[in-house]
């Protein structure tokens, strides 16, 4: 087996003339003859080769630029289905006045005699790419030194134009390799088993998940309608300053990172509500409140918010506001752009809980009308890649609001009719609209369509109220609470709903 570390004579140099380089010395560029020369080789015998390592090497891989014009020559024999032999080869390399710059035709013949496993090539690919990794961050630190050795050199600048090439860095070895295509394929089984798709809900209950981990919860509302208070409760929750919220478990989080971008004095007043000096171990520990605007958007910077969970050891981030971070609201291009940067973050075990801000024209809509997505401000793309959506409707200082579930994760939530108390910072539901509370109120026992009319606060019930009433009713049949008569078919006498009453165990307990 030849080998191509020391090139033979006629092997065209670094710059295409003169004796070729030697191997690698400290302070050179790093680069491997004897892999590219492989590679090349294998592409020769077998055109195949070609799309298992183009992924790999991506652009600007080879160290020699007769390498490089090699390469893309054989890039385009396999466009046009055409063999890539060293005669064809040699052909097209004519046509474009390249032949005698690579070292003309008998040293594609040479590399064509490199006898290497053509299944090595994949590997030989993996080594070019790594050197090739290598000389641009070693170029990258050599302009940094340049640069900080200027009169009047600013470090702040240096350090952002250093941080945005390594952000360029990281998505071009994210963009080639096989990591492009295996990164995030697993097996079905444990994708199924392993993803956490049977995990405990963050906010709720397995059957009426508000947040479930891995996906986000946008809580969206008009101004003044208390979707901060209601966050800062999930937000002490996740510290283990309370279990519950809404009467719903709340599962607990190591460190919480608060991005304060939004009236940041506002939202210290709004804690400082539910802060005792208690507690003052457990926030200095964990939780982080980045005060004011990002060092840049999220639809610009896709990887800022996995960063800076990382940064900060933050497994949970709250982003007060969603306008806030990025460019605007109502690009699509943008929208997905943010999301791309939310996944990122959620992929490395960050949960997110966003708030957000609906149309202007439909902020002074009756409370208790339930909202639609299409409400919420901004690109529909926004709401597409959200778990959770939670909408807050009322006007702007009231006490008395009303949550609907607008996406769910699993079943929904409410609405809920809830009251916030400002003083404290505390928000409780309304006992009147419980389907519990009702069905024990009801001596006669409650039938679907009772209990809808209830809920939607009077008038005729829509059939999907009533079948959401019907569930809430299943829901206390399953846990005890409640008993089900089935009814009996229309006839002459006219036919009787299944009515739903309260057990006796369910009556003695709250009573």
Not at 118 to 140: D, F, Q, Y
Not at 301 to 306: G, I, K, N, R
Not at 367 to 372: D, K, M, N, V
Request: with cysteine; charged share 25%; glycine share 10%.
């Amino acid at each position: 087996m030849p080998s191509m570390t020391d090139a033979p004579p006629n092997t065209p140099s670094h710059f295409g003339h003169g004796p070729a380089p030697s191997p690698e010395e400290p302070g050179q560029a790093p680069f491997n003859l004897e892999a590219e020369c492989a590679v090349l080789g294998a592409c020769m015998h077998d055109s195949a080769v070609i799309d298992t390592v183009r992924h790999i090497l991506g652009e600007g891989a080879f160290y020699r630029p007769a390498h490089e014009t090699i390469w893309r020559a054989l890039l385009a024999l396999h466009r046009e289905d055409r063999p890539t032999d060293p005669i064809v080869l040699t052909e097209l390399l004519q046509q474009q006045d390249d032949l005698l710059r690579v070292g003309g035709p008998a040293y594609l013949h040479q590399l064509a005699d490199v006898h290497y496993s053509v299944g090595s090539a994949e590997h030989h690919a993996e080594i070019i790419r790594e050197k090739a990794n290598l000389r641009r961050l070693l170029a990258s630190a050599i302009r940094t030194v340049q640069r900080a050795q200027e009169p009047g050199a600013d470090p702040e600048a240096i350090r952002s134009e250093v941080e945005a090439e390594m952000r360029a860095e990281r998505e071009r070895a994210l963009a080639s390799g096989q990591g492009r295509l295996n990164r995030f394929a697993r097996d079905g089984w444990s994708f199924v088993k392993e993803t956490g798709a049977d995990a405990e809900p963050l906010w709720g209950t397995r059957e009426k998940t508000v947040w479930a981990p891995g996906e986000s919860l946008m809580i969206v509302g008009a101004p003044g309608v208390g979707k901060t208070t209601l966050a800062h409760q999930v937000v002490f929750a996740r510290l283990g300053l309370s279990e519950t919220v809404l009467e719903m478990p709340v599962a607990p989080s190591r460190r919480v990172l608060y991005l304060a971008m939004d009236r940041p004095k506002q939202i210290a007043k709004a804690m400082a509500r539910r802060v005792f000096d208690t507690d003052e171990a457990i926030l200095r520990e964990r939780l982080v409140v980045w005060e004011g605007p990002l060092p840049a958007t999220l639809d610009k910077e896709p990887d800022l918010l996995a960063d800076l969970a990382s940064a900060h050891r933050a497994d949970t981030i709250v982003i007060d506001s969603l306008k806030d971070a990025v460019s605007t609201m109502v690009d699509d291009g943008l929208a997905v752009a943010f999301h791309n940067a939310r996944m990122r973050a959620l992929r490395g075990g960050v949960e997110i809980l966003e708030l957000h801000h609906q149309r202007k024209a439909t902020a002074d809509a009756p409370r208790g009308q339930r909202p639609a997505l299409d409400q919420v401000y901004g690109s529909t793309w926004f709401t597409a890649g959200a778990g959770s959506v939670l909408f807050v409707t009322g006007r702007a200082g009231d006490p008395a609001v009303t949550l609907h579930h607008l996406k769910t994760p699993t079943g929904e939530v409410g609405p809920l009719d809830v009251t916030h108390d400002h003083v404290r910072g505390t928000t409780t539901l309304d006992p009147t609209k419980d389907p519990a509370v009702l069905l024990r109120n009801a001596p006669g026992g409650l039938t679907a369509r009772d209990l809808a009319t209830v809920l939607i606060g009077g008038g005729d019930p829509e059939r999907g109220d009533v079948e959401k009433a019907r569930r809430a009713l299943g829901r206390l049949v399953d846990s005890g609470l409640a008993t089900r008569v089935d009814g009996v078919a229309g006839g002459v006498g006219g036919g009787q709903q299944t009515r739903y009453y309260a057990t006796s165990r369910h009556l003695t307990a709250v009573g």
